[in-house]
């Protein structure tokens, strides 16, 4: 085995990740938490000579199934602040060195990275369950595929309440298309509206709640940029166009990282 062959496993709530380092470079691979099995026969064929190191909340649970001895868990939170640390290496931004971390996972998780040190500063339960949780609840269809593309035929006015029709015809003293209240324009006058506009507005609560906490941690740690990772920002287009206006709209830096759901596998994998 290269020294350079490593694999990490991120075992979350909703999905477990899988970082594979070869010299060629990375190979990630997700699964559904209830594939467990699936994901560990699947690693004892493309890992078996590999030493795995675990992360995540149901580490524990993934550990008591792997049936072998070069195996070692490794905090969550390091470990996705290191995996992203080497990502933002990968794309070209090893400057950044000072940033906030926000994780959208089933929840969301943030951190304040300063150099080699990471600190947890907060979080909210509000993340990527809560888009499959809720829309699922208003639409019956729980499948994440599945609602991002009834998202993408969704429009929020008939949902949200703004600004500007809070005010009408006078000036607001911010943006009128910015949110004034989520859900704020459903009455029972009103029509039901359609699936697709329940999603899009579920999804633009997630990234409304994960952006104002992220501002808010930026603001108080004196950092000028946040670093967005997380199985939430796959494949959805809306989450992530949400997320970086809104962090532009107070001065900050977005990054949405690519692969950055795979971010606590490869922090796991590089661990010694």
Same mark, same amino acid.
Not at 224 to 230: A, E, K, L, N
């Given at each position: 085995?290269?020294?350079?062959?490593?694999?990490?496993?991120?075992?979350?709530?909703?999905?477990?990740?899988?970082?594979?380092?070869?010299?060629?470079?990375?190979?990630?691979?997700?699964?559904?938490?209830?594939?467990?099995?699936?994901?560990?026969?699947?690693?004892?064929?493309?890992?078996?000579?590999?030493?795995?190191?675990?992360?995540? /909340?149901?580490?524990?649970?993934?550990?008591?199934k792997l049936n072998r001895q070069d195996?070692?868990?490794?905090?969550?939170?390091?470990?996705?602040?290191? /995996?992203?640390?080497?990502?933002?290496?990968?794309?070209?931004?090893?400057?950044?060195?000072?940033?906030?971390?926000?994780?959208v996972g089933t929840g969301t998780s943030i951190n304040l990275i300063r150099g080699e040190t990471q600190e947890w500063v907060g979080g909210t339960g509000v993340g990527g369950g809560t888009l499959v949780g809720l829309s699922g609840l208003l639409t019956n269809v729980y499948d994440y595929s599945k609602l991002i593309q009834l998202a993408a035929q969704g429009h929020r006015d008939s949902v949200d309440l703004t600004v500007s029709r809070i005010y009408g015809n006078g000036t607001p003293p911010i943006p009128g298309d910015l949110t004034a209240s989520n859900f704020g324009a459903v009455s029972s006058k009103a029509a039901v509206p359609p699936s697709a506009d329940q999603v899009a507005s579920v999804i633009g609560l997630v990234a409304e709640t994960v952006t104002?906490?992220?501002?808010?941690?930026?603001?108080?740690?004196?950092?000028?940029?946040?670093?967005?990772?997380?199985?939430?920002?796959?494949?959805?287009?809306?989450?992530?166009?949400?997320?970086?206006?809104?962090?532009?709209q107070w001065g900050l830096t977005p990054i949405i990282l690519r692969d950055g759901s795979f971010c606590g596998a490869v922090g796991a994998a590089l661990s010694n």
């Open positions: 085995m290269s020294s350079t062959e490593r694999a990490g496993i991120d075992a979350g709530g909703t999905l477990i990740k899988v970082a594979i380092q070869k010299r060629q470079g990375w190979h990630f691979q997700s699964f559904s938490i209830r594939q467990v099995d699936e994901c560990l026969a699947w690693l004892n064929e493309r890992a078996a000579p590999l030493s795995l190191r675990i992360t995540g /909340g149901k580490a524990d649970m993934v550990q008591d195996k070692a868990s490794v905090p969550e939170f390091l470990a996705s602040c290191n /995996g992203a640390r080497h990502l933002l290496a990968l794309d070209g931004q090893s400057q950044l060195t000072d940033f906030i971390l926000t994780n104002a906490l992220s501002v808010m941690a930026a603001q108080k740690a004196g950092v000028d940029t946040v670093v967005y990772i997380g199985s939430s920002f796959v494949e959805n287009p809306k989450l992530k166009k949400s997320v970086t206006r809104y962090s532009r």
